[in-house]
């Protein structure tokens, strides 16, 4: 039978988030986790993460023998199999034809900030920024929103030939002592929202100018090319 999993991860102790031949990846421990109880299958995942990039709500789908029918008990069992860095959240069953990443209509991402200065024990995922001036991310944010081509939005050497994408909601709230960028979309470009939230801490700190944003969007200028760091990124939810 299909299953669907949504699971959650620290990225920070992974090479990203796709099956690599060091091992290393949230998939290879997935993997491995099955093959403890005897599961031998291939994951699906709806979307990569790289290299310390965080997950609250990645999901991945593969085939599992019709007698594990008690999900409960599967979940309990994969979790237990698995480093502590790593959560299975919940197990549904899918049609057969259900594809994680095909059929993902949009996906969620949030990137973390904080004017605290960090400690080792949240060091690994937010990062600080010495001031925020909430009104101007708010309103350069929103400049995102809509079809564009991201061409200059995107790591350089990235195997994507089509780079136009729809972003179809972007926000920027604090939560406590915390600032959330929120992004929507369709699906992303390989470093994307790093590169977006790296130009709008840049905005913010009065380095470039919304003006900046807008030149490079419409492809007139490539004027920033620094992305944020990944320890603040986390794939929040996939929508079907």
Same mark, same amino acid.
């Given at each position: &039978?299909?299953? =669907?999993?949504?699971?959650?991860?620290?990225?920070?102790?992974?090479?990203?988030?796709?099956?690599?031949?060091?091992?290393?990846?949230?998939?290879?421990?997935?993997?491995?986790?099955? =093959?403890?109880?005897? #599961?031998?299958?291939?994951?699906?995942?709806?979307? /990569?993460?790289?290299?310390?990039?965080?997950?609250?709500?990645?999901?991945?789908?593969?085939?599992?023998?019709?007698?594990? !029918?008690?999900?409960?008990?599967?979940?309990?069992?994969?979790?237990?199999?698995?480093? *502590?860095? #790593?959560? #299975?959240?919940? #197990?549904?069953?899918? *049609?057969?034809?259900?594809?994680? /990443?095909?059929?993902?209509?949009?996906?969620?991402?949030?990137?973390?900030?904080?004017?605290?200065?960090?400690?080792?024990?949240?060091?690994?995922?937010?990062?600080?920024?010495?001031?925020?001036?909430?009104?101007?991310?708010? =309103?350069?944010?929103?400049?995102?929103?809509?079809?564009?081509? +991201?061409?200059?939005?995107?790591?350089?050497?990235?195997?994507? !030939?089509?780079?136009?994408? !729809?972003?179809?909601?972007? *926000? +920027?709230?604090?939560?406590?002592?915390?600032?959330?960028?929120?992004?929507?979309?369709? *699906?992303?470009? /390989?470093?994307?929202?790093?590169? &977006?939230?790296?130009?709008?801490?840049?905005?913010?700190?009065?380095?470039?100018?919304?003006?900046?944003?807008? =030149?490079?969007?419409?492809? !007139?200028?490539?004027?920033?090319?620094?992305?944020?760091?990944?320890?603040?990124?986390?794939?929040?939810?996939?929508?079907?």
């Amino acid at each position: &039978m299909n299953l =669907k999993f949504v699971c959650s991860y620290d990225g920070s102790l992974f090479q990203g988030s796709q099956k690599q031949p060091n091992g290393l990846t949230v998939e290879d421990k997935l993997l491995k986790a099955f =093959k403890k109880i005897n #599961i031998e299958t291939n994951i699906v995942l709806s979307g /990569r993460t790289d290299k310390e990039v965080h997950a609250t709500g990645q999901v991945f789908n593969c085939l599992v023998p019709d007698y594990w !029918e008690d999900f409960f008990k599967l979940k309990e069992v994969l979790n237990k199999n698995l480093p *502590s860095s #790593i959560k #299975i959240i919940k #197990i549904s069953k899918v *049609s057969e034809s259900f594809h994680s /990443r095909f059929h993902g209509k949009k996906r969620v991402y949030r990137y973390l900030i904080t004017t605290k200065p960090t400690t080792p024990f949240n060091d690994k995922f937010i990062t600080y920024v010495k001031n925020v001036d909430e009104e101007v991310v708010k =309103k350069a944010i929103k400049e995102f929103i809509g079809i564009h081509d +991201f061409k200059y939005f995107h790591k350089t050497g990235s195997d994507k !030939e089509l780079t136009t994408r !729809e972003i179809f909601s972007t *926000s +920027f709230y604090k939560y406590k002592d915390i600032y959330v960028f929120r992004f929507e979309a369709n *699906s992303y470009l /390989r470093s994307q929202i790093r590169l &977006m939230v790296g130009f709008l801490l840049a905005i913010n700190d009065k380095k470039l100018t919304i003006e900046d944003l807008k =030149k490079q969007l419409n492809l !007139e200028k490539n004027i920033f090319k620094t992305p944020a760091k990944a320890n603040g990124l986390y794939l929040a939810k996939i929508k079907y």
